[in-house]
């Protein structure tokens, strides 16, 4: 027994060695890898950059930048890499130590010999030429944006997250340039054409988080109690100007406010600052003192509805939250990307629930939410919360929905399961303990065990570690007319036996009372001992509260009252369900399922629910009902729906309404209808449309009619600000009438340059494949599928999933279904991650044959 334990220890000592030499000798192989990080991270420490980028005002001409990187060596490596993604040739010199060394790129590293280093402090200094890739030049503005991998494309760096820094950086630019970065500007020198800001050290941060934004900029700085901030733009209506800034500067001092108390911890960077940037990729991104968001999510006018005000809160309540929670602390690889991205959405909501209380509070969590994850998780290529990530190049197909919304439901189910009060003393532990530091789920995990006696590891492997949601099912007998027995069970709806231990309830409805039952399942099925006794309901209404995730049941008598439920929140959720349930093949077909909620067009009076039916009425109509049917439908849709607009009183449910109306109709008299509203400007009564709203009419005008050429000539000749006329512009080829201009609009986007404006391309894809157009575009079906891997390398975060469901999120027929199958089965060994993103995208079209036949 002795001698067996020696060689188990002697092993583990060899293994132990091994290992040490492989983390300091990792392959050098392209993108950032997890064994690269590994290593790195157990021997470099106390990283300081300086950087020098001299950005001229011509897009086309170069940056030069000049770079210096001291840090600590703990160990020597026998070969050091510098991630950096360009050409050599964008090397101009390196020094290591002060010698000069010579330029050695290999797959994305610069690497630098062992002899060339010191144990303890090193310096390098580069002069280089900054890659463009990630710094989104513009003809008179950029921005920085390296989430999560792309610094290492504008200059060498040690690109992960786990190895933070602090940043010094100037700036030269254009005399007339306004500047933004992470630290406070200290100084700056005018020269004759020329500024030069210098900025104070940055807070430590991620490289991803670094970042910095120059140009022709409106700068509007605002204190508001003792805080300074600084807000960048570009907008030119002076009506939007006046009615959004105060409510910006308000809603970033709120969140900041509640967040500070929540935490227990001070608002943890130097600064605050943010800008709007004209069709910005992303709702925002939390770079530290200079946040970065899309400008029509920020400037509202008197034409927006309320709901888009509730949105605008919700999204700088977002960022905002993410300077404590993924800013503070930081996640230490991107594979736990979900978790930052989790709390900045769960506190974004509890700042909601503080300014607009409960009610509005639950039933926006629902509707941001639920229809979101349920979208990916109902799919065969739905993907966990928490997944493995072997390789920064492929961290951005681990965005999506599932991070975004399904992680709050689950952060929510797990803050009731421990109690309001011991999750937030679990999460303010977490921060400081962590502060400006690294953590992963682990470290959260056992933090927050210390706060409840429930066994969250095993509580973590349904919620986290796995995909799919559960199938509830309901058992209910009857003793003469009272509840003998009822009992309510869970299965997956695809893969193995698992449990998904959570609370929601249920409701009874009686002629003159109703009855709420608390469900709390945490087996396979449970007995709702309640229930025993009480009489026969006329009906029952499951998951009532919302909070409850998977596929419930419908009872029929449920769905004709749905209309009549007193509560918004009921009703939403009664809504989902039926939506989740026909596209389940369960219940009730998609047309009837249009038809019941084309009823509820006058009847439903919440804007939130007005907003999530007309959304289901959209995609019933266009991808589970076939263009005869269709044709078929549109008199009476078009007509129910100019009737709700007459009906309704409120202005926002109207506007709602009318969009509907623009996206669904398809009769001469409908037509005839919009472009009078177009070219008159003459909306119908207690209806605000703004140039954005017209630009968009005249954008369907040019979809659905091919003799209306001049129509989005003419709305070019209406627009002033020179950023919505490049959207504009860009849009045309994809709307145009002539086949030749559209195909040429599509083999454009091969090039990289061509789809540099992430943004204007989705928005134009989806007029080139409407559901209108598709029989020209199915072509461009397998050259879309082949683009994916470029797109992956090329694009930012969303852009990949983006393109996707541009593309194909309104395909019906097997023509486009044969497409997909065949390009899966001609790659069988296509990365996994981005094979998922085909089945997330493509899950409706595959859908359809059933769910159309059903109909029938």
């Given amino acids: 027994m002795k001698s067996s334990l020696k060689i188990i220890f002697l092993l583990m000592l060899l293994n132990s060695g091994l290992f040490a030499q492989s983390t300091l000798k990792p392959p050098i192989e392209t993108g950032v890898s997890f064994s690269l990080a590994k290593s790195r991270k157990a021997i470099i420490d106390n990283i300081f950059y300086k950087f020098n980028f001299n950005i001229p005002a011509d897009k086309g001409s170069e940056i030069v930048a000049a770079e210096e990187i001291n840090f600590e060596l703990k160990d020597l490596p026998s070969i050091l890499q510098l991630d950096f993604k360009q050409d050599a040739r964008n090397i101009k010199s390196i020094s290591v130590n002060g010698k000069v060394i010579l330029v050695n790129l290999q797959n994305e590293h610069l690497l630098f010999d062992k002899k060339n280093l010191l144990k303890g402090l090193n310096k390098i200094e580069i002069q280089f030429i900054a890659g463009n890739e990630s710094l989104n030049r513009n003809t008179d503005y950029l921005y920085a944006l390296f989430v999560p991998d792309h610094a290492r494309t504008v200059f060498p760096c040690f690109d992960q997250p786990d190895l933070k820094a602090i940043f010094e950086l100037t700036l030269t630019v254009p005399k007339d ?91 943890p960077f130097q600064k605050v600052g943010f800008m709007a940037i004209p069709d910005f990729q992303f709702g925002g991104m939390e770079h530290p003192g200079e946040v970065q968001y899309k400008s029509s999510a920020l400037f509202l006018d008197e034409g927006a509805t309320r709901d888009q005000f509730i949105s605008r809160s919700n999204l700088i309540s977002h960022e905002t939250a993410h300077m404590w929670f993924g800013d503070l602390v930081t996640m230490k690889w991107f594979n736990d990307v979900w978790m930052k991205e989790v709390f900045a959405n769960f506190m974004a909501d509890k700042v909601t629930e503080k300014l607009m209380g409960k009610n509005t509070f639950d039933l926006k969590f629902l509707l941001d ?30 965005y999506g929905n599932i991070i975004y919304h399904k992680a709050p439901i689950m952060m929510k189910q797990l803050e009731q399961l421990m109690g309001k009060e011991n999750f937030q003393k679990g999460i303010r532990e977490y921060l400081k303990k962590f502060g ?21 590891y095993q509580w973590n492997k349904v919620w986290v570690n796995q995909p799919g949601r559960p199938v ?123 038809l019941l909620l084309t009823k509820g067009l006058t009847i439903e009076k ?155 391309v989705t928005t134009a894809l989806s007029y080139l494949h409407h559901p ?47 497409v997909v199958t065949d390009f899966l089965n001609n790659h069988p060994n296509y990365n996994p991650k981005l094979k998922d993103k085909i089945l997330q995208s493509t899950d409706n079209l595959f859908r359809a044959k059933e769910i159309i036949k059903n109909n029938n």
């Fill in 772 to 818: 209108l157009r598709q029989t020209k575009s199915i072509k461009y079906l397998p050259e879309s599928l082949t683009l994916l891997t470029e797109i992956q390398k090329t694009g930012d975060i969303f852009f990949p999933q983006s393109w996707l469901s541009a593309i194909f999120g309104n395909y019906q027929t097997p023509e486009a279904e044969k």
């Fill in 472 to 594: 509830f099912e309901s058992k209910i007998s009857y003793s003469g007319n009272k509840i003998s027995n009822f009992s309510i069970s869970q299965k997956p709806e695809r893969g193995n036996p698992r449990v998904w231990p959570q609370a929601f309830s249920v409701k009874l409805f009686y002629p003159n009372h109703n009855k709420t039952i608390s469900v709390n399942i945490k087996n396979a099925s449970t007995v709702l001992n309640e229930a025993k006794n009480l009489e026969k309901p006329e009906f029952i209404l499951f998951n009532a509260d919302g909070a409850g995730y998977g596929l419930f049941p419908i009872e029929q008598l449920m769905l004709e009252s749905v209309f009549l439920l007193e509560n918004p929140l009921e009703r939403a959720s009664a809504y989902i369900n039926a939506y989740e349930n026909t596209l389940a093949g369960k219940y009730l077909n998609a047309e009837e399922l249009l």
């Fill in 177 to 267: 340039w306004k500047v933004l970065a992470n630290g406070i500007k200290k100084d700056s020198v005018v020269s004759a054409t020329n500024t030069t800001y210098h900025f104070a050290n940055s807070n430590k941060l991620s490289t991803y988080l670094f970042s910095f934004a120059a140009g022709k900029f409106n700068t509007l700085k605002k204190k508001l109690g003792n805080r300074s901030m600084e807000f960048l733009h570009r907008e030119t209506d002076t009506k939007k100007i006046s009615l959004s800034v105060d409510s910006v500067f308000i809603a970033h001092k709120d969140a900041i406010d509640f967040l500070e108390k929540w935490t227990s911890i001070p608002f």
């Fill in 606 to 760: 919440n804007e939130m629910n007005l907003r999530l039916i007309t959304g289901y009425i959209s995609s019933l109509y266009w991808t589970f009902t076939t263009p005869k049917n269709r044709l078929a439908m549109a008199p009476n849709l078009e007509k129910a729906l100019w009737q709700s607009i007459e009906q309704q009183t409120r202005a926002n449910n109207k506007k709602i309404l009318f969009s509907t109306y623009q996206n669904i109709y398809l009769t001469t008299e409908a037509a005839n209808n919009i472009y009078t509203i177009w070219q008159n400007q003459n909306p119908p009564a207690g209806i605000k449309l703004i140039d954005d709203d017209y630009t968009g009419l005249a954008l369907s005008i040019a979809l659905k009619s091919d003799t209306a050429k001049n129509v989005l000539k003419q709305q070019l000749q209406r627009i002033t600000n020179i950023d919505r006329k490049n959207r504009l512009v860009f849009l045309m080829p994809a709307l145009s009438s002539v086949q030749a201009e559209r195909d040429s609009f599509f083999y454009s986007l091969r090039e990289r340059k061509n789809r540099q404006k992430e943004a204007f």
């Fill in 436 to 456: 400006y530091s690294n953590a992963d789920w682990n470290d959260l995990i056992a933090i927050l065990s210390k706060y409840t006696e429930t066994d969250l």
């Fill in 369 to 398: 939410h639920y229809p979101a994850a349920y979208s990916i998780d109902r799919t065969e290529g739905s993907n966990p919360i928490r997944q493995q990530l072997d390789n920064l190049q492929d961290a951005g197909s681990m």
